[in-house]
C-alpha cells in the first residue's frame, strides 16, 4: 500500500528531500513518511494541498488538520504501527505491533520536517504536547578494565585498534571510519603521546581536536604492522581503518554498520549482552556506548563539562575558538592527568605505589651519593695528577742540582 501512494519522483517530496543533506537522516525521513503515508492513505501532494487550505480559514473555522494528524499519528505509532525484525539479507517479519516512544517522537519530526518545507509549521505544545519518551534502552557505561575485556575479545589487530580509538578518543562512529592514515602518522612516526586528532563533524559542522593516549596508539600501531605483513601500505589519504573482504583486506573504508556489527560480536563474545541484546532494541554496548563513557569517566574525574563536550566535537559556541588556539597546553596536560582512569593497562595497587614510590625515593638518594662519589674521586684524580706534576718538577730540581754540585766538585 505504501508503494502506491508513496512516489518519491511527487515535486513535493523531492522538494523535501533535497533540503536534507545527510543519507542517515534521509533513511530515516523516508521510513517515518511511509508509515504516515500508510497511515493516513493520502499522497504528498493532497496532504500539503489540505494543509494550505486549512491555513487560509477564518481561525474561527480552522481545524488544525495537521496537527490533529500528528497526534494521532503518533498513538498510533505506539500502539498499532508494524514493528518488523530483520530475518536475512533485504527481508523482514513482523515481530509485534507499536514502536517505542522514542522512535514515534523520530517519525513524527520526520513528518513535520516535511510540512515545514512548505512553511507549514506545528507547535506541539501545552496541551498538546506529545508525552515525552522514557529512556528504556540505555546504553552501558563501561570503564577501562571493562573495556580491556573486549579488547581482550577482539578477533584482530584492527578490532583491538577500533574499540581503543572510541574510547580514548571519545570518537563516533562517523567521525572514526572517516579518520585518514594521515590523521595519525606524523604523531605515530614521532612517538608522541597522547596523539592529537584534528576532526570535523558533518553532523554538527564543528572543527575541534580530541587525544589519543598511549594503548590506543600502541594497538594503531599494532595493526598497521598487521596491515604490512599482508602486503598492503598504507598512504596519506588512505583510509586508517580497511574493510576486510573474505579475511582480505582492502583499501576501501569501513562503514558504520560493520564497525556496529563488529561491536556487537564482540560484545556478545565478552558476555556482556544476550543474543537479545539483554532485552533492548538495540546493542546497549554500541560504539556510541564507548564515546558516552569516555565523556561520563572524564566528568566524573573532575574534567570540566566544556572542555569534554570540546573533546566530543559538541557545540559549545565561542569557548571552542579558545580551546583551539590558546589553551592547547592546558588540554593536553588535563588529558594526560586523567589518562590513567582510560588506560587498559592494570593499574597498580596501593601498596604497589607506595613500594614503588619509596624504590625510586632510595634509587634518587643511591644516585646522588654515587654523584658525590664520583666528584671526589675526579677530584682527587685532578689534585693526584696536579701532585705527581709537582713530584716531578722537584725531582728535575733535584737532578739538576746535583749535577752542578758535581761540576763544582771537579
Not at 48 to 73: S, W
Not at 74 to 90: N, S
Not at 273 to 289: K, M
Not at 312 to 325: C, D, P, S, T
Request: aromatic share 8%; with cysteine; glycine share 6%.
Amino acid at each position: 500500500m505504501t508503494k502506491e501512494l508513496v512516489d518519491w519522483s511527487e515535486p513535493v517530496l523531492v522538494r523535501w528531500m533535497g533540503t536534507i543533506t545527510r543519507e542517515n537522516t534521509k533513511a530515516t525521513y523516508r521510513s517515518g513518511y511511509k508509515l504516515y503515508a500508510f497511515w493516513t492513505g493520502k499522497t504528498a501532494t493532497f496532504l500539503i494541498d489540505e494543509a494550505l487550505e486549512d491555513r487560509k480559514r477564518d481561525p474561527r473555522e480552522k481545524t488544525d488538520v495537521v496537527k490533529q494528524r500528528l497526534i494521532n499519528f503518533y498513538h498510533w505509532l505506539v500502539t498499532k504501527a508494524p514493528k518488523k525484525q530483520a530475518v536475512g539479507r533485504g527481508k523482514a517479519e513482523l515481530k509485534s505491533e507499536g514502536l517505542s516512544p522514542k522512535m514515534a517522537h523520530c517519525y513524527v519530526s520526520a513528518v513535520r520536517s516535511f510540512y515545514g518545507t512548505f512553511d507549514i509549521y506545528v507547535a506541539l505544545k501545552g496541551r498538546s504536547r506529545l508525552p515525552k519518551p522514557k529512556v528504556l534502552n540505555k546504553r552501558l557505561i563501561v570503564n577501562n578494565m571493562e573495556v580491556k575485556k573486549l579488547v581482550d575479545n577482539a578477533r584482530s589487530p584492527r578490532d583491538r585498534a577500533i574499540i581503543l580509538t572510541l574510547f580514548q578518543g571519545g570518537l563516533d562512529v562517523s567521525t572514526l571510519c572517516d579518520l585518514k592514515y594521515g590523521d595519525v602518522a606524523e604523531g605515530l612516526s614521532k612517538n608522541e603521546y597522547p596523539i592529537k586528532l584534528d576532526l570535523y563533524r558533518p553532523k554538527t559542522g564543528i572543527e575541534y581536536y580530541t587525544f589519543l593516549g598511549k594503548d590506543s596508539c600502541d594497538s594503531i600501531r599494532a595493526y598497521l604492522n598487521d596491515v604490512k605483513s599482508r602486503g598492503l601500505k598504507h598512504m596519506h589519504n588512505d583510509p586508517l581503518f580497511l574493510k576486510e573482504s573474505n579475511k582480505a583486506l582492502t583499501k576501501e573504508k569501513l562503514s558504520p554498520n560493520l564497525v556496529q556489527t563488529m561491536m556487537r560480536e564482540i560484545a556478545l563474545k565478552a558476555e556482556f549482552i544476550d543474543a537479545e541484546n539483554n532485552g533492548r532494541d538495540f546493542n546497549p554496548l554500541s560504539p556510541h556506548a564507548l564515546r558516552e563513557s569516555f565523556g561520563s569517566i572524564m566528568i566524573n574525574k573532575g574534567v570540566p563539562d566544556s572542555i569534554v563536550d570540546f573533546w566530543l566535537g559538541h557545540e559549545i559556541g565561542e569557548m571552542a575558538e579558545a580551546y583551539k588556539r590558546v589553551q592547547y597546553g592546558d588540554l593536553k596536560r588535563m588529558y594526560v592527568e586523567h589518562e590513567a582512569f582510560i588506560n587498559i593497562t592494570q593499574p597498580e595497587s596501593a601498596f604497589e605505589q607506595k613500594v614503588r614510590a619509596e624504590l625510586d625515593k632510595q634509587n634518587r638518594e643511591l644516585q646522588s651519593i654515587i654523584n658525590g662519589l664520583i666528584s671526589e674521586n675526579l677530584e682527587l684524580r685532578e689534585r693526584t695528577s696536579k701532585a705527581e706534576e709537582h713530584i716531578e718538577k722537584i725531582e728535575r730540581n733535584l737532578m739538576s742540582l746535583k749535577s752542578m754540585i758535581e761540576k763544582l766538585s771537579i
